[in-house]
């Protein structure tokens, strides 16, 4: 245990509880979650609890946990012996007890009443007269954090969702994930490495993100490296990379790859220009595998939380809350974009071919929008926020200066490659802070149509099929990988990314 470190640096041992039989998805979800997050889940999976013997067993486990998980269902669960609780309920009342921070997610009361009715008047007895119970253990989660969930795929992502919100600066000790290379603990002590750690926790979306699906990450990296670097590499093939967590992944996979070689010419220019306004990937490429690499723009990451430089759009603009209504770019935001396409050392200006490896927050593709709307916006403006909203489509962002950023790549019309997890695509859309980047100067059909522009997305096995169909019906071609595994990607490419770049690494 630590007292010291930033509660950024803490993982935290979690205890997850519920009724077994019933629920063994969302337990099993809610463990991938914990593990995805980088902490340590504890669920006793292998134990149910039968007497009173087994309460000790309870008590030891949850001791070292510095947070609780309670996923409640339809049934109220085992008895203790001679008591008049449950066990899920003894481990909520320990939680409390205990100070865990406690997030209690409980199923929707449709779903509780339709399998309420299902149940055997025999084999359930005890279960059936033990509703009262239910309803008052329900009734008594309350005063922490508490969300409603309906079976299916998505709780998974609420249970890393409540995790992201509600353990970010909480102050509790727990664990530092300890390097295998000791010595960088004690590197660590030197002043100057100690100040750049700090700094690149303070970028704390980036930090948090990379840490969000990053099996999936891993992979759509892996398969892009898979489909391109061979070509990459002969035909010398200029890269930029952008800014967040899921380029940067790909930027440690392609650093692999590219080491031993980008060299220098004799007139001082890499044979393969690489430049990135992202601060993970100029550390990974620049100083982790020595692969000569230029920031661009030449300015310092005065975005202080995903760790991006945007070359002045952020001083030279008043961050705007988000417009629904497609107005598209205003004179001063135009100008920004140009004076980009004009800066030294630009987009535009690096050797072609070329390959820009993008980013975006999520993707709306399908027309059913899911939309979280602020606490206490009027009827009326939640009505003129959906009619707008239902016709805003493709990627959309969190920063207003990333958008604008966003903006000035697409208007290079480079061949863009857009990485991005399948939990990205038609994910819920927070009213007020997400920003759409495109609009009627540049609509979501035009940019598909002719923008040279693919997507690579990671997936799970199952969920291929539905995501690349998607891309599929807008016209996009699909690569795919080989499902050996549970975690797989694929890329969709429209016709003028096949044109523009793919037929000229075949050249």
Known sequence: MN??????????????????????????????????????????????PSDESDLQVIKRAMKDC???????????????????????????????????????????????????SELDCTKDEGELRNFGKLKDFHKRVTDHFRSIFVPGPEFKGSVALALADNLYGWDRPGFIREPEDRSILETAKNEFIVDIIKELEGFPKLYERCSEEPEKKRVLANFFSECYMDDIRKKQVSLFLESGSTVAFVAKEISHLLKGHVTIGEDGSPNIQISTNNILAYLLLWLVARIPCTEFPWSPPEETTYGASYGGVDKNLVARKPDYASAGLDRKEQAEIQQLIKAPFSLPTMKRPVLLLGAASGLQIGLRHKLKFPKGLSDSKRNEYELELSKCFGPHVGSYHNKIFKRFMYATNLPLVIFLTADKIDSEIEVGKCHFILDHSLTWEKFCATH?????????????????????????????????????AFIARNDAFIEQFEHLLVL
């Open 3 to 48: 007292d010291v470190s930033s509660p950024s640096d803490r993982r935290y041992q979690i205890f997850i509880s519920s009724t077994f039989e019933d629920l063994k998805a969302e337990r099993k979800a809610a463990v991938e979650a914990v593990f995805q997050r980088g902490h340590i889940p504890i669920a006793l999976e292998n134990f149910s």
């Open 66 to 116: 510095q947070v609780y998980i309670a996923i409640l269902g339809h049934r109220y669960g085992t008895v203790v012996p001679g008591k008049d609780y449950s066990f899920t309920e003894f481990e909520y009342s320990l939680a409390r007890e205990y100070g865990l921070k406690t997030l209690t997610f409980i199923l929707h009361d449709d779903v509780i009443t339709k399998r309420r």
């Open 452 to 488: 040279p522009i693919a997507f690579c997305v990671g997936c799970t096995a199952d969920q291929m099929g539905e995501y690349a169909g998607m891309f599929t019906n807008l016209g996009f071609k699909i690569t795919s990988g080989q499902a050996y595994t549970e975690t797989t």
